[in-house]
C-alpha cells in the first residue's frame, strides 16, 4: 500500500476542520444577530424606564460588558477562521502545510489566549445578570433562591479553574483534556444556574399573577 503524501493528509483533516468550523460560525452568526436585537431592545428599554437609578445603571454595565465580551469572541473566531484558510491553504506557496500551521499557530495564540481568558468572566457575568433579577423579585423569601445561588458559587469556581488549568498548560491553542473537562462543568453549572434561576423568576411571575386576579 502507497504511503499517503503529508500535504494531502493534512488538507482532508483542514478540509474537515474548515466545513465544521464554517457550520460553526453560521449557527453563530444567527444567534449573534438575535443578540443584537435582544440587546438593542433590552438598552432602549432600560434607559427610557424610570425606577432605581443605579440600579439600572447597573444592569446597563452589565449587559453592555456581555455584549462586548460576546462580541470579541465571535469576531475573533471569525478573524481566525479566514485568517487560516488565507495563511494555510491561500497564502505561502510552496512551503508544507505542516509548517505553515504552526506558524499560524503561533501568530494567533495571543488573540485565541485573550478569548479564553475573557470566558470565565463571561459566564459570571452573565449568571450574575439572571441571579439578580431572581433575587430582586425574591424580596420576601430569599430562600428560593439559594439553590441558584450556590450553582452560581459552582459555576464561577469552575471558570476560573478552567482558567488556572489554561495558564498552567501556557496558554495552548488545544484545550488538554483536563481543562475541557474543567469547561465543560462550567457550561454545564451555567446552564443549570440559568434555569433555576428562570424556574424562581417564573414561579415569582406566576404569584403576582394570582394576586393580580384576585384582586
Known amino acids: 500500500m502507497a504511503a499517503v503524501n503529508p500535504?494531502?493528509?493534512f488538507v482532508s483533516i483542514f478540509g474537515k476542520s474548515i466545513i465544521l468550523n464554517a457550520v460553526n460560525l453560521l449557527t453563530g452568526g444567527i444567534l449573534y444577530g438575535i443578540y443584537i436585537i435582544l440587546f438593542c431592545t433590552a438598552a432602549t428599554v432600560l434607559c427610557h424606564r424610570e425606577g432605581n437609578g443605579k440600579a439600572k445603571a447597573m444592569l446597563?454595565?452589565?449587559i453592555v460588558t456581555m455584549f462586548i465580551m460576546s462580541s470579541f469572541g465571535f469576531w475573533t473566531d471569525v478573524t481566525?477562521?479566514?485568517a487560516g484558510i488565507r495563511d494555510i491553504l491561500v497564502g505561502n506557496i510552496g512551503q508544507p502545510f505542516g509548517y505553515k500551521q504552526v506558524v499560524f499557530t503561533?501568530?494567533?495564540k495571543n488573540l485565541d489566549s485573550v478569548k479564553q481568558v475573557m470566558l470565565p468572566f463571561e459566564i459570571v457575568v452573565g449568571d450574575s445578570i439572571v441571579i439578580w433579577r431572581a433575587w430582586a423579585l425574591s424580596a420576601g423569601n430569599?430562600?428560593?433562591v439559594v439553590i441558584p445561588l450556590l450553582l452560581l458559587i459552582g459555576s464561577a469556581a469552575c471558570s476560573f479553574a478552567f482558567l488556572g488549568c489554561f495558564s498552567q498548560h501556557d496558554w495552548p491553542i488545544v484545550n488538554p483534556d483536563t481543562c475541557n473537562s474543567?469547561?465543560?462543568s462550567a457550561f454545564s453549572l451555567s446552564i443549570a444556574t440559568n434555569m433555576s434561576a428562570t424556574i424562581v423568576i417564573g414561579?415569582?411571575?406566576w404569584c403576582f399573577s394570582i394576586v393580580a386576579c384576585v384582586d
Request: proline share 0%; hydrophobic share 60%; charged share 30%.
Open 80 to 82: 481566525i477562521f479566514f
Open 142 to 144: 430569599r430562600k428560593i
Open 182 to 184: 474543567i469547561e465543560i
Open 106 to 108: 503561533e501568530q494567533f
Open 203 to 205: 414561579f415569582k411571575f
Open 60 to 62: 446597563l454595565v452589565a
Open 7 to 9: 500535504d494531502l493528509q
